[in-house]
């Protein structure tokens, strides 16, 4: 990719007149919390510093002078749309011609008031004033609204920007870490709210709850600011209370998070519209202080992307009962109440019955709405068979491909006109490698490490014979293995013609001519092969007649010199967290078992260098972009590995700060990923994503986290993000690059791109984990639990079903053959009987591993006890 791409933030605000009114200086006021600084000309927000923390702004305060221009918002800021008399919507902005508004007298509570009416201009027929005022100690940010006219007028959109520091133009990463803010929304009605987090994931958080009349019913992207979006800018969005102007238009025909919604304001009449402002102590305690806000609070187990056959748990928390609980579609969630549970929670089972999106409106006494958006999807295990077939045959490239070289390959696709992609200007995507042309195959391989099949294994391997070794990959000599950014190059003079579609712009950066794409020095795409040859050793090594083509060692030393070629031939990317990094250190893993001493002695020496390099750094996963969340995942793994805990901590606490927990499958685990649509959509835009790759891939560090030092918040932010991998996932199976997240589309983007290495996460954290919650109970992710007196069964529904951890002893069981189909806990004896599924033709006995000293009279092989199987379910006890 364009590694070194200029930004262009400033590009469209220099040469405009500056409007905001700067010159006249700023005043500062106080709450119990913070320090707000207001613009006097414009009473917006210039600063809002927390007291505990007085040098630090949660707000871009630092770059007003170059944002003082008409259009871009702030807090404070006001957009609101009304029906004309021609039954037309008319758009008002505070924002977008200013002019110096009139200060109000204040009193009281009252910091700072205004009228806004000079800045919206002779058209506005309200009176709009805004106030910022303490209340009980908080902060709180209040317009009034009042109708003057004897007619009534309906109001469809009203909505206040979140304009926090997200701009990482021109700065390091010691210096957006110091300076800079992630944030989040939860658009849940009146339960809604935005949480702004340091880039560190630590310190205090700032919550915007609803204080009055302002219910997170939709979440704006506000494109008209004039300000470049791009790698550094992700965009300024609002808080929507109302939105039904904006569903009848510009997102016609897209289901919304919530049912948008319009406000007749009659003749005379004056309505308030509030929002408060307030400090949670850490990420973790965002729940605690909300429930100390008296805010309804949910807690979603496995989270909100549910599986038809997992029996779901729902916990509410709000002080009044639940008068109402309407699901919609009609019938897509089962919801019965189950029980009352400690600390204020009352527990519902949830059941998925229609696959798709689905929306839960929980109504309570008080008149309160809160909203929780589910993605029922099919079970795992069918989800990833599904996955698998439509790679191997809608994906599967079989033509003559005479210059070009991917026959038998996995190719990218195009869902929405049904074909596959075997031109784009972007060569990688046409071309087999990076992410978004190495995605497909990369997937179809990591299928067979949880789902192994016999007929697609066959396809693979000649996929690795004929079009990946000696293709994608190539030997340079003295076995250094490169790996090309793409065998898809444009050449237009050296090929004949016609070779080339005339419909694609091929005069940009990405279209690479043969000398760029043969070029071994992206590290990126190391992974990725490296990957392809474990999940094939893995395969010969454990199971029987599933490969044919090379024995397990051919597979296991190609993927030790693809590992190692990385560092020798692409050295400059290499000292760089890579995306599923965590494969080198499964390939090091088995380099041990199997005793190939030199080489893991070798591989173990390389990747130290780089976690050495790492270590002296503040923050060590920089990357070619000016920030990234991708290299946190190896990084993390790596520090751990080596013992480097400071920087693994460091690393972990950053992946919290994109990474939130809150109650809608969307955003529940989604580590924030806003540019690859650029790389690897097929709709190419800056928009948030939705469970891109970096759900998938960083939820590898925060549960092998959680397993080292059980926490229920990590569990639930990695199996948000596990599951999160494989909600993009359609009924018929194609995995699709990311969701857009823009409520004017709403959708899965059309090309599959880089969904692979999200579905290597999936692959490779596919568990179940059992805890016991001092609040809500025995719980079971991945697996639907049964308390009965003093035993506790939890039948898996992971599609592995290789894997469990046992939270109460700390105990992680993993098969690499043979799979699990229950765990059964005496809470007397404290005696754990595993169950065994009966033995396959490919997978006659099990090869378990356990993390403790347990006494099992069974032969070893690399440190695995194997266990032969039957043709019924065997049981083994472990005490």
Do not use: C
Not at 70 to 82: A, Q, T
Not at 701 to 713: E, G, I, N, Q, S
Request: hydrophobic share 35%; net charge negative.
């Amino acid at each position: 990719m364009n590694a070194q791409e200029k930004s262009t933030y400033w590009d469209n605000l220099k040469d405009r007149e500056s409007t905001l009114g700067i010159e006249d200086g700023f005043t500062e006021v106080k709450t119990d919390e913070f320090t707000l600084k207001l613009v006097n000309a414009s009473q917006t927000v210039a600063g809002l510093y927390p007291n505990s923390d007085p040098d630090f702004d949660f707000t871009p305060g630092e770059r007003i002078e170059i944002r003082d221009k008409d259009g871009i918002y702030y807090i404070g800021d006001l957009n609101f749309r009304i029906k004309g008399e021609d039954g037309q919507w008319e758009s008002f902005s505070t924002a977008k011609n200013r002019k110096k508004v009139e200060a109000l007298t204040v009193s009281g509570d009252v910091l700072a008031a205004a009228d806004l009416s000079n800045t919206l201009g002779k058209n506005n027929p309200l009176s709009i004033k805004r106030y910022y005022e303490k209340k009980d100690g908080a902060l709180v940010l209040r317009f009034e609204i009042t109708n003057p006219t004897k007619k009534s007028v309906e109001i469809g959109a009203l909505g206040t920007p979140m304009a926090f520091n997200n701009i990482l133009e021109g700065k390091h990463l010691d210096e957006t870490h110091a300076d800079n803010v992630f944030f989040d929304p939860y658009i849940g009605k009146d339960a809604g709210y935005v949480e702004v987090k340091h880039l560190t994931g630590e310190g205090q958080v700032l919550l915007v709850l609803p204080e009055q009349n302002m219910p997170f019913e939709a979440y704006r992207p506000l494109n008209d600011d004039p300000t470049t979006r791009s790698i550094v800018f992700e965009g300024v969005h609002e808080w929507m209370a109302l939105s039904k102007a904006y569903a009848e238009k510009e997102w016609k025909g897209k289901e919304q998070w919530n049912k948008p919604t319009s406000l007749i304001l009659r003749g005379g009449e004056t309505k308030n519209f509030a929002l408060k402002f307030v400090l949670a102590p850490g990420i973790k305690e965002i729940q605690d202080k909300l429930i100390e806000e008296k805010r309804p609070v949910a807690v979603g187990v496995p989270g909100y992307v549910l599986p038809m056959d997992v029996n779901g748990k729902l916990f509410l928390n709000y002080p009044e009962d639940v008068d109402n609980i309407l699901v919609e579609p009609q019938g897509a969630l089962k919801i019965t109440e189950i029980d009352k549970k400690g600390a204020g929670f009352t527990e519902y089972q949830v059941e998925g019955k229609i696959w798709g999106r689905s929306r839960v409106t929980v109504t309570y006494k008080d008149g309160i709405e809160q909203t929780i958006n589910y993605k029922v999807i099919k079970p795992e295990t069918e989800v990833v068979d599904d996955f698998g077939h439509f790679l191997m045959t809608e994906q599967w490239f079989d033509q003559p491909d005479e210059f070009f070289g991917r026959t038998k390959s996995v190719i990218s696709y195009d869902y929405e006109d049904k074909k596959q992609i075997t031109q784009d200007s972007r060569a990688w995507v046409a071309g087999l490698s990076d992410e978004g042309g190495a995605g497909s195959w990369l997937g179809a391989m990591m299928k067979q490490l949880i789902q192994p099949e016999k007929e697609e294994i066959e396809k693979l391997q000649l996929f690795i014979d004929e079009t990946l070794w000696g293709g994608i990959q190539y030997d340079e000599g003295d076995r250094k293995y490169g790996v090309k950014k793409s065998v898809f190059f444009y050449e237009p003079d050296s090929l004949p013609k016609g070779t080339y579609s005339d419909s694609i712009n091929y005069n940009t950066w990405a279209a690479w001519n043969k000398k760029g794409a043969d070029d071994p020095g992206r590290s990126y795409n190391y992974p990725h092969v490296a990957a392809a040859y474990w999940v094939m050793y893995r395969l010969a090594r454990y199971h029987e007649g599933l490969v044919d083509n090379h024995d397990w060692k051919w597979y296991l030393r190609q993927a030790y010199h693809t590992s190692i070629a990385m560092s020798e031939l692409a050295p400059w990317y290499a000292e760089f967290g890579q995306m599923e990094g965590t494969v080198f250190l499964n390939i090091l893993k088995d380099l041990k078992a199997e005793g190939l001493t030199d080489m893991a002695t070798k591989l173990e020496s390389s990747m130290k260098k780089r976690a050495d390099h790492w270590k002296s750094l503040n923050y060590p996963f920089g990357s070619e972009m000016p920030w990234d969340s991708t290299g946190q995942e190896e990084v993390f793994m790596w520090s751990d590995y080596f013992g480097y805990q400071q920087k693994a901590n460091v690393t972990l606490n950053a992946i919290l700060a994109y990474m939130p927990v809150m109650p809608h499958w969307a955003y529940n685990g989604n580590a924030r990923r806003y540019w690859d649509f650029l790389y690897g959509g097929k709709l190419s835009r800056v928009e948030r994503q939705i469970h891109h790759y970096g759900s998938g891939l960083n939820a590898i560090p925060v549960l092998k986290a959680y397993r080292d030092h059980p926490d229920f918040y990590l569990l639930k932010v990695g199996y948000g993000g596990t599951l999160g991998a494989i909600s993009n996932i359609t009924q018929d199976g194609f995995g699709s690059a990311a969701f857009h997240s823009y409520p004017s589309t709403m959708r899965i983007d059309y090309l599959s791109g880089d969904y692979g290495s999200n579905f290597f996460g999936y692959a490779v954290n596919s568990a179940t984990y059992v805890t016991n919650n001092e609040d809500l109970g025995w719980l079971s992710f991945g697996g639907n639990i049964e308390e009965n007196d003093d035993e506790i069964k939890v039948t898996l529904t992971t599609a592995a079903k290789s894997k469990i951890y046992f939270e109460p002893k700390e105990l992680w069981l993993t098969l690499d053959a043979g799979t699990f189909k229950e765990l059964i806990y005496d809470k007397s004896s404290e005696e754990i009987e595993l169950v065994l599924n009966k033995k396959t033709s490919d997978s006659p006995q099990a090869y378990l591993r356990v993390n403790k000293e347990i006494n099992l009279k069974y032969d070893n092989m690399n440190g695995a006890y194997i266990i032969p199987l039957s043709k019924k379910p065997k049981t083994i006890l472990l005490q």
